[in-house]
Nanobody
Framework: QVQLVESGGGLVQAGGSLRLSCAAS????????MGWFRQAPGKERAFVAT????????YYADSVKGRFTISRDNAKNTVYLQMSSLKPEDTAVYYC????????????????WGQGTQVTVSS
């Protein structure tokens, strides 16, 4: 089992930055791939970014490429999502997730989910 707790969400103006954190517990963190997803009101949950167990590989949704950076600190059992040049369309609840298998851009590949943190970008 892996427990995940997100933090760092909030209200920010367009063009601003936020850093989300996701703290993991319950299992050796370096054995799981991690991902970030988001869900905007009235929309399905969508992939944002993923990172391999060692941190050596990352993959991003086209909509955030060049603006968001995923990273992890296995010593601190934490994954981060640095978000820059934020746009109103980035407004959503952001979820972190852990996969026993491999990094993936599909939510069905993830076994554990956090409760989410709200990010609101004002225009």
């Amino acid at each position: 089992q892996v427990q995940l707790v997100e933090s760092g969400g909030g209200l920010v103006q367009a063009g601003g930055s936020l850093r989300l954190s996701c703290a993991a517990s319950g299992r050796t963190f370096s054995t799981v791939a991690m991902g970030w997803f988001r869900q905007a009101p009235g929309k399905e949950r969508a992939f944002v970014a993923t990172i391999a167990r060692s941190g050596s590989g990352t993959y991003y949704a086209d909509s955030v490429k060049g603006r968001f950076t995923i990273s992890r600190d296995n010593a601190k059992n934490t994954v981060y999502l640095q978000m820059s040049s934020l746009k109103p369309e980035d407004t959503a609840v952001y979820y972190c997730a852990a996969s026993n298998r491999y990094l993936s851009d599909t939510d069905v590949a993830y076994d554990y989910w956090g409760q989410g943190t709200q990010v609101t970008v004002s225009s």
